[in-house]
């Protein structure tokens, strides 16, 4: 039988086998960002049989199942000696959320995943850490307190955004900032001085703390290749 037939009779099944998934995605409320849409995507549950597609073709077939735009990044993966159109897969499980589902499937290529807007990326480790705490953001803040900015910020683009919770009278700060198109680094960052703190990123979170902690963090922290990124985002008050 040809190829193509074969990967036609396993899509089939990926089909069959997700129309018992409960429950559907909520549909977007108002205000609910896209980014805030997508993780919420990602808790869905699903049963898959991914056996004999191509890692190419389970992308596709995941991304019609879950009803999310999943987008491979070719460049990252053929620098480690992939080549999607033919690596095949190996993955069948029932009655698991999304999120684990790309977990076990970057797992098998050592990849990772992360969340810009309304995609999710399948990129390599240090590549997912770049590409989050860098996604373009626009603010425009005007006598918000410190942190109802960033937990604003960390809901926009699902990353992790934390405050000290031992500056609790600087989390009152009120902050006016407008920028449009920059990194959410920068933005993180501006939003911190502007409430006499600073940021440090620890892997793809995004501290904001004091001068003298920010300062000690960056002398801990190791050179090299960026630890395991930590998926979702959190902020404390």
Known sequence: MPRTVIGFFVFLSITTLSAQAVPKPEARSPGESPAEK????LEQVHSVNLEGL????????LSEMAKVQLLLDRTAVAGHGIDPEQQPVTLKLSNVKLRSILLAL???FNLSFVIEQDLIVLTDEMTAVERQVRQRVSVDFDQLPLDKALRQLSRETACNI???PRQASKAKEPITL?????PLE???RLMAELAGLRSVRLANVLFVTTKESAAELRAEEPAGPAVPAIRGGIIFD
């Open 162 to 164: 934390v405050l000290d």
């Open 106 to 108: 970057c797992g098998q």
């Open 178 to 182: 407008t920028l449009e198109d920059v």
């Open 38 to 41: 997508t993780r919420k995507a």
């Open 186 to 188: 920068v933005a993180v």
């Open 54 to 61: 191509t890692l190419s073709a389970a992308i596709n077939a």
